[in-house]
């Protein structure tokens, strides 16, 4: 009785019928980074506006990036920024066929994930130090 | 080597009817955004406030302002293709699929005539 299109088939895989590995969470912040960094855009944008607009534009634009929950949006932004650019160069060596094996893929999944970290706590350190917080 | 069909390689076009011309496109606006990115976090940090007398100097340095220029101009390009492909994978409806493109294309395109706009009044001495 069995035809063709109730038999069960053989399926290529898909996303649903894999066990899930933190390297496929790297992927998906790839993604999830990029998408932000589009939105974080306009903040830049934002920026360059103020200051072509003159001083009191300025000063307004510079209130509202001091204040405490854009502060920790650009945090946000910064750490999207760095893990985007590291793991874009993961990709692209990976594009040249290299560190596609299991380990050296785990590897450098770590070394971008804690290096994104890092580079933005460093960019906040010294941005705060030379700019005296009012950056 | 080629792994492209008879059809086309004919036709320079593959299943994705762009060719690898996107794929292309996002590699070399990388490439460029290391650099370009990289040199502006260290050109951020370099200045020592971000008060406005300081930030219309720096944007208004020839090398600063060449640079910015194509920092915008390469990231909003690369963001498009980005939210492009981001927009294929997730709207299954056609027609939804090219409003939301359009809407975004024009997004875009409005962010980086915003942003080359005002690089330029402060280049060019218009700004205050």
Redesign the interface.
Known sequence: MDSTSTRRRPLSPFLTVYRWQYTMSLSILH?VT??A??VG??L??YW??A?????AA??TA?HFFVHPLVRVLLIGFSFA?FYH?LN??RH?TW?TGHGLERKAARLSGWIVFLGAIATTAL?WI??LR???G?? | MSLRSPLSRVSGLGTAKDGVSHWWSQ?VT??A??LL??WF?VS??R????S?EL??AW?AGPVNAVL?LLL?GT??YH?QL??QV?VEDYVHHHGLKIATMLLLTFAHVV?AA??A???L??AFGG??
């Open positions: 993604r990029g998408c960094l589009s855009l306009l830049l944008v360059l506006i200051a072509a607009s003159g001083a300025y000063e510079r920024f650019l874009g160069v692209m594009d960019f010294l941005l030379d700019h005296g009012a950056a | 590699r990388s490439v955004l290391v990115g990289l976090v951020l940090l200045m020592p406030t971000l406005h930030v219309l944007i910015l915008i990231l909003v963001s980005g939210v981001v962010v915003l942003a706009f005002a690089v009044r402060i700004g205050a």
